[in-house]
């Protein structure tokens, strides 16, 4: 059986966002709807990203989405930490939208350097 490309973001405890050029979100994945239940989760789609964030938050997704740059950091809430991990899509050369990754940290988490 044929699977779709997707399926697999659903399995992942992994929360992905993904929104149009003008901030419109068209994509959660079961984790994301689940980070967001309390902003409405899956009814979130089709609505703009925008408006469901503070004041700080929106500027930065304002400019990300006026002149798309990755944009990465860290965070912690509810004692868990997280990477978070904004990229801009392309295709065929134009922007399509940006691309949220909310990835869980372990609380230690190694870090190795390879050469």
């Not at 059986?1 to 399995?11: F, G, K």
Request: charged fraction near 20%.
């Amino acid at each position: 059986m044929a699977q779709n490309s997707t399926d697999w973001l659903e399995q992942v405890e992994i929360a992905f966002t993904q929104c149009d050029p003008d901030g419109t979100i068209e994509y959660m994945n079961n984790r994301s709807a689940a980070t967001f239940a309390a902003d409405g989760g899956l009814e979130l789609l089709g609505k703009n990203l925008l408006g469901c964030h503070p004041e700080s938050a929106r500027q930065k997704l304002a400019a990300l989405l006026a002149s798309p740059v990755l944009n990465v950091y860290t965070i912690e809430k509810n004692g868990r930490r997280k990477m978070i991990y904004q990229a801009p899509l392309y295709e065929d050369g134009q922007f399509k939208g940006i691309v949220e990754i909310s990835l869980p940290l372990p609380e230690n988490i190694p870090h190795y350097i390879r050469k």
